[in-house]
């Protein structure tokens, strides 16, 4: 039986989603093919791999993606966006499953100083984690 796929959408590509694919991989094992994209890639932001790797997440085997890699080419159990730019503007396509929205603030948008930009990055990446961790628990527990 083939395991379920989700992708993970925001924007840009570079840290919301990034950081949901990375953490669901290596929280959920071997449950679920994980993938992650954006309306408009921008490659990965230097905080998101610095904030993951704080917490012993390497993001090197990670990149930006287009969602245009996945249209019509998969099929996902589950297409979770993480920001609302990405909930209006994603469309209904072939293939998708289950659509959840989990909004977080785009850490990429912070300002001030680099120690208040990771401080973002950090809250994001915690909130990120944590909800994460309770739709695994739902999932267990079937909700």
């Known amino acids: 039986m083939s395991k379920p796929k989700v992708l993970f959408l925001c924007t840009g590509n570079s ?17 679920f093919e994980v993938f992650s994209a954006g309306l408009e890639p921008k490659g990965i932001n230097p ?26 080419r998969e099929h ?3 297409l979770i966006t993480v920001c609302s730019g ?3 503007a994603c469309p209904i396509f072939p293939g998708m499953g289950k659509r959840l929205h989990w909004p977080f603030d785009d850490p990429a948008a912070a300002e001030g100083s680099d120690d208040d930009k990771r401080a973002v990055f950090r809250r994001v990446r915690d909130e990120i ?4 961790r309770q739709w695994l628990e739902e999932i267990d527990d079937g909700s």
């Open 86 to 88: 990405a909930e209006a």
């Open 76 to 78: 996902f159990g589950y």
């Open 47 to 72: 905080f998101t791999r610095e904030v993951m790797a704080e917490i012993g997440y390497d993001l090197a085997g990670q990149r930006a993606k287009a969602l245009t890699e996945y249209i019509g």
């Open 15 to 31: 840290a919301r989603s990034q950081m949901a694919e990375a953490f669901l991989r290596r929280l959920a094992g071997d449950r």
């Open 129 to 132: 984690q944590a909800r994460i």
